[in-house]
């Protein structure tokens, strides 16, 4: 009924004195067959938003211009018992149509015109950290955290996305000085199977999971292919505040490191795979104790591959492994995972769990992505267990645990972690 319902609904449709001073926006220009304004008219029809002739049929399959569609929409604005996704999807339409609406003598501010391409979402998360190691005192974390996530619609390719961060240290009731940090913002452009980054944007090893990398650089990146996906890019990424404590301690002189990298990922069916290749510079790793034996060098070449099955809806097993060509000591990592199922924010009651070993020397593992793997000890090798659970619409809860070993001193290590999150 898409195209079906808005060919002839001029004559049906009443709306006041209509201006006939047109602006900008040529109002008789046909709406395209593929805009998805006709799919919005056709659920606000549905939903009885909008009539039709008298037997509740529409006549005709020709596109109609935006003329006649902003009268569709004026006529749906002035009802007032309607639903809130409705009323969310007839704003939208108001601000698609907004001069041809003003046009008509329907009046739609530039905030409402604008209301649907700035969108804001969030997170409340309380997370508890308790690290335990053998002949050490236990480092205890508590921690609450707010984040503000913005986007931004430039145009049909382009967007602008961001997140801000608020931090408060519950054991002491101190925050982050009352500073939001602004973790990320990044121009996204998409053309097809095409994408380009550009700004500070995440860092993420796709190819192994996060193994190597989970934090943020600044620089560019682009992204293309179908089934077989390539990723480029260069920038540069901070020692001194993200990396782990090992390498944070001796960058101080020189706190970014030049980067690039490359990566491939396949995986149109139940297997994936994927390789990657990063490079960082900085004088920083001439430094670091352990790193090498003999020459000092200030690189890390670290190479990663990945794979993983997905048996069914509910099972999938991934491992990876990662080296850092460059490092003599503590070089290698690798991860081997099983889950089955994960919670699902949207749907309440939905949960999951995983059983995993991870061997994490501290010389390629620069920031991974575990939450049991913390800066201060990430030398470390163990196994790891963790479920995840929403009891509510839009509520996250997960409790992990690792049991393991420090590489350097064989003592014990154990790190329990729960979070529960809020999203809005």
């Given amino acids: 009924m898409k195209k079906t319902l808005v060919s002839a609904l001029t004559t049906a449709l009443v709306v ?48 109609i211009t935006r003329y006649e569609m902003a009268q569709m929409i004026a006529k749906a604005m002035a009802k007032s018992d309607v639903s809130a996704a409705d009323k969310a999807l007839i704003d939208k339409l108001a601000a698609e149509f907004s001069d041809e609406l003003n046009n008509l003598g329907v009046r739609v501010s530039n905030l409402e015109r604008n209301a649907d391409k700035v969108k804001w979402t969030g997170e409340a998360r309380y997370t508890y950290t308790s690290a335990r190691h053998e002949d050490e005192k236990n480092d205890n974390t508590d921690k609450l955290q707010f984040r503000l996530y913005p986007t931004a619609e430039v145009n049909n390719n382009w967007h602008v996305n961001a997140r801000l961060t608020a931090n408060t240290d519950l054991s002491s009731d101190k925050g982050d000085d009352g500073n939001v940090k602004l973790t990320y913002v990044y121009a996204d452009g998409q053309y097809g199977n095409f994408n380009v980054k550009l700004g500070k944007m995440p860092l993420y090893s796709v190819a192994d999971d996060g193994l190597v990398l989970d934090d943020f650089f600044s620089g560019a990146q682009v992204n293309f292919g179908k089934d077989l996906k390539a990723t480029l ?43 990657a290749y990063r490079h960082f510079n900085s004088d920083a790793f001439t430094k670091v104790a352990n790193y090498r034996n003999g020459a000092a060098s200030d690189d890390a070449n670290i190479w990663s591959v990945g794979a993983g099955y997905k048996f069914d809806h509910n099972w999938n097993l991934f491992g990876a492994f990662a080296q850092n060509t460059e490092a003599d000591n503590y070089d290698t990592a690798h991860n081997i995972q099983l889950s089955y199922k994960g919670a699902d924010i949207a749907n309440k009651g939905t949960w999951g769990a995983y059983a995993a070993y991870r061997y994490l020397g501290q010389n390629v593992v620069l920031m991974p992505t575990y939450d049991t793997a913390h800066t201060k000890h990430l030398n470390e090798k163990g196994w790891e267990v963790g479920a995840t659970y929403a009891p509510f619409t839009n509520v996250y809860t997960a409790v992990e645990y690792f049991d393991g070993k420090d590489l350097a001193t064989d003592r014990d290590a154990k790190t329990l972690f729960g979070r529960v999150s809020f999203f809005f």
């Fill in 233 to 275: 890019e260069a920038g540069r990424w901070n020692l001194a505040n993200d990396a782990n404590d090992h390498i944070a301690a001796v960058a101080t002189n020189d706190d970014a490191a030049n980067y690039q990298g490359a990566e491939l990922n396949y995986g149109p069916n139940k297997l994936r795979l994927g390789a």
């Fill in 16 to 63: 006041g004195a209509a201006s006939t001073t047109f602006a900008a926006a040529n109002p008789f220009s046909d709406v395209p067959a593929d805009h998805w304004a006709y799919d919005a008219v056709s659920q606000l029809a549905a939903d009885g938003v909008i009539e039709g002739y008298g037997d509740t049929t529409f006549r005709g399959n020709q596109n």
